[in-house]
């Protein structure tokens, strides 16, 4: 078992780039999040899905923020056009029904 | 409103003590799950404990337990004989168990220092 795989592990970019992270859950798990975390907001829910398709992306932040899961082994994030207060580590994460979730090991995101 | 509540910003233990994590969380919702994370400093979330709503004995993990206190509605984390490798952040979060309701939300964390 791999775990969850994320990439890229950094990514620095300038303001107004588009920024694309992706997201290999655990084979298996039926369930995808993708969180956001900062110093000033802690761990944010941004999104997640269940079977591939989105249940709540009550916290996506604006338009600007989009995610997709078009299979079951893989997902995107993406913000077009980046912002310097986009800067965070971005984690995904996955579980299977009510099992605790796996979390990959983040994209920390700096945006100039 | 606050779902999940971490009162301590920080804590220190020394070497080999016990220490306790508070955490207080707010549902409705009779079926729910409660989770301990720990992040060390090199960032990974590291799933430490989870505690059933419906669960009649306190959940175990090695040195982890969970003290439950459904009245109270607290949670709170109890790590035995600390180790230096214990100081980390560690998270409390909640995963309420509604229908396509299967989110998990975290509190803003406890950072714990071990000292020799």
């Known amino acids: 078992d791999a775990g969850v795989i994320q990439s890229p592990r950094h990514e620095v970019t300038e303001m107004g780039q588009e920024v694309t992270l992706r997201c290999k859950p655990i084979s298996g798990h039926d369930y995808l999040f993708w969180y956001r975390q900062t110093m000033m907001r802690g761990l944010e829910l941004l999104i997640y899905?269940?079977?591939?398709?989105?249940?709540?992306d009550s916290g996506m932040p604006e338009d600007r923020f989009s995610a997709k899961m078009p299979n079951a082994s893989f997902s995107t994030l993406k913000i077009q056009p980046s912002e310097p207060r986009d800067s965070a580590v971005y984690f995904c994460?996955?579980?299977?029904?009510?099992?605790?979730?796996?979390f990959g090991n983040g994209t920390r995101l700096t945006v100039t | 409103a606050q779902k999940i509540t971490q009162t301590q910003p920080g804590m220190f233990v020394q070497e080999k003590e016990a220490v306790t994590l508070d955490c207080t969380y707010d549902?409705?919702?009779?079926?729910?799950?409660l989770f301990w994370y720990k992040q060390p400093s090199s960032g990974e979330m590291i799933f430490l404990i989870y505690q059933g709503s419906y669960d009649q004995q306190n959940a175990t993990e090695g040195r982890y337990s969970l003290n439950f206190q459904k009245a109270r509605k607290s949670a709170n984390l109890v790590i035995s004989a600390s180790q230096l490798g214990d100081s980390a952040m560690y998270f409390c979060?909640?995963?309420?168990?509604?229908?396509?309701?299967?989110?998990?939300?975290f509190g803003t964390g406890t950072r714990l220092q071990v000292f020799p």
């Open positions: 899905f269940n079977n591939n398709v989105p249940i709540d």
């Open positions: 549902t409705s919702d009779p079926s729910y799950g």
């Open positions: 994460a996955s579980s299977f029904e009510g099992s605790p979730l796996h």
């Open positions: 979060a909640m995963r309420e168990a509604g229908a396509n309701t299967d989110k998990l939300i």
